[in-house]
């Protein structure tokens, strides 16, 4: 027999696990040992009322639960003879998760990934942070598990209409994520763990016969009368199949000039962009859960937005990738350019809250008669080599207090950051621009009115945050998911315009691997 129930609990209370094991058997009117199973479905924190509380959903069994519970959910038959092979470029969620689809369908996926494995790439981040080089190939974009290895592995996602969500989450934790992102209303991975989940995604697509390279840079596309036929690598080795999904993320710029030099309709796209604040944890741990002290609870996170209007034109200027406890991260994928991002480990321990602010940009806002479907590309390019220069042309990023941000001063000094190569001083007007910049002082005067002490010097804004989502789309048939003119092209992922997040990323790839597999 199985009950369902709902119950509000104190932190200390829903994180014990004994604690919180007889407050649910009492809801459910059981005495301790009158349950078989206590299965949690949902864990939120609701911090509206004087006391922050935690908010369970669990279902209480007498008798056994149902085996499918636990898993394991997927078993990968061997594809090692497969007649069908699929190309996928880009070893990212989109990528990995379009090649354990394509097993479970029968198809055999190599993997071309131009950077390296997780173990090997991490020695190309410390480079970046310690000696100020990115290597073009290997960086906090590129490399094995994608732009999603080195994040702070949040897994919320609003696309849930386009594809399935909990499939994804069941496919982590059987790969060895914690199974608490199948519960928690806003689950996350955690920086330190990710890596170990990604490998396992490698190692489930090699045990069953399926290629995954590192160092296959693609570099050209074999094409015959619209038709394409496979790609080239670095090395100029060439390889051929009936279906290429490229899958290279938003940050594969040499992806998007090789489709315009090659002719392959691309189209420029919406995108936003702005600066990262940086916060001490405790300020937002105060203002969100009004208490001085968090104890139990999770480093607390807030997602705002704002309208604004500049010359005008009305944009939107919204929080971005909110990373409680969580660290700034260099991510530019070239030498020349500064980007900041944002990570955080699984404890979200960390003295800082960083969040991406970022201002929506219309196609209207750039220079297409000049640039075509690259104007976005090259708007971006220009805003994070001018920070680079503004900063001293090394990794070290321009930065400004936010107090002195919103009255246009520069900052004498600086506050300690989580950012490893370091902050220069700079009036981020001058990075910016001033429509940009003025829209940004917009947004953060509406969040200072929301969050307590959120708009001062208490704060600094690092720059640029450019890399929220692609600059271009590759269009695609909404039935066939096939490039509408170039056949054998399957664009996917964020980097194509159809998925902004590691979930809606793999759930991409997913439905890729289904659209492949249901033509042939
Ligand atoms: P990507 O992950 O970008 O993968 C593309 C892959 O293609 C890369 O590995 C790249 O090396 C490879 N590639 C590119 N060009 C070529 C080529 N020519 N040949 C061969 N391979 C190529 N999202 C969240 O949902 N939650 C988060 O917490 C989060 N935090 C983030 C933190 C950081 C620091 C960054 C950078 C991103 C974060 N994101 C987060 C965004 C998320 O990582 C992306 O949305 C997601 O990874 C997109 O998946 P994708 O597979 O489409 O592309």
């Known amino acids: ?60 069994y007498r008798g056994a639960p149902p085996r499918e519970l636990f898993g394991p959910w997927f078993q990968y038959p061997s594809v090692a003879g497969a007649r069908r092979t699929v190309l996928i470029v880009g070893a990212g969620p989109a990528g990995l998760f379009a090649a354990l689809r394509c097993i479970e369908l029968g198809l055999k996926p190599i993997v071309l990934e131009r950077g390296k494995d997780v173990r090997a790439r991490r020695r190309d981040l410390a480079a970046i942070n310690k000696e100020q080089t990115v290597d073009p190939d290997s960086n906090y974009c590129f490399g094995e598990g994608g732009a999603g290895t080195y994040s702070d592995g949040k897994l919320y996602t609003r696309a849930t209409k386009r594809g399935d969500v909990g499939r994804v989450l069941r496919r982590l934790v059987q790969h060895g994520a914690t199974p608490d992102i199948l519960v928690d209303a806003h689950p996350h991975i955690g920086t330190n763990k990710l890596p170990d989940v990604v490998r396992a995604l490698r190692e489930a697509i090699a045990e069953a016969g399926g290629e995954v390279r590192f160092g296959a840079r693609v570099t050209d596309f074999i094409l015959e009368n619209n038709q394409l036929r496979g790609v080239v690598l670095a090395d100029g080795a060439a390889l051929t199949a009936d279906a290429t999904v490229l899958a290279t993320g938003h940050s594969a710029r040499d992806i998007y000039e090789l489709l315009h030099r090659r002719g392959v309709l691309i189209e420029a796209k919406p995108f936003a962009l702005g600066v990262r604040v940086e916060h001490p944890q405790e300020l937002i741990d105060r203002a969100q859960y009004r208490r001085p002290e968090r104890g139990l609870l999770p480093a607390a996170s807030y997602a705002l937005v704002q309208q604004t209007e500049v010359q005008g034109r009305q944009r939107g200027v919204f929080s971005f990738c909110m990373c409680p406890g969580g660290f700034i991260v260099p991510a530019a994928t070239a030498p020349g350019e500064v980007v900041v991002n944002g990570m955080s480990p699984s404890r979200r321990d960390s003295r800082f809250a960083n969040s991406g602010i970022v201002a929506a940009v219309e196609l209207e806002d750039l220079d297409v008669a000049q640039h075509g479907a690259l104007a976005g590309l090259r708007f971006q390019q220009a805003l994070e080599q001018r920070a680079c220069q503004a900063a001293g042309s090394t990794q070290r990023a321009p930065a400004q207090l936010l107090g002195d941000f919103l009255k246009n001063k520069p900052s004498a000094q600086l506050l300690e950051t989580s950012y490893q190569p370091g902050l220069v001083s700079v009036r981020m007007d001058d990075v910016l621009g001033a429509p940009l910049a003025e829209r940004l002082r917009q947004g953060f005067t509406s ?45 996917c992922g964020e980097g194509a315009g159809y998925a902004g997040g590691i979930v809606s990323a793999a759930m991409d790839g997913e439905r890729v691997a289904e659209a492949i597999a249901a033509q042939w």
């Open 1 to 60: 027999m199985k009950q369902e129930l709902e119950i509000l609990l104190p932190p200390e209370v829903a994180f014990d696990e004994f604690a919180r094991y007889e407050a649910i058997l009492r809801q459910a009117g059981l005495r301790p040992g009158e349950a078989d199973f206590v299965h949690l479905l949902r864990r939120s924190i609701d911090a509206r009322g004087r006391q922050p509380l935690v908010r369970l959903r669990a279902e209480v």
């Open 447 to 491: 969040f200072g009115r929301k969050i307590p002490g959120y708009a001062t010097n208490a704060a600094q804004i690092v720059g640029v945050e450019s890399r929220t989502s692609a600059p271009v789309r590759i269009p695609r048939d909404q039935h066939t998911l096939q490039h509408p003119v170039v056949q054998g092209l399957f664009p």
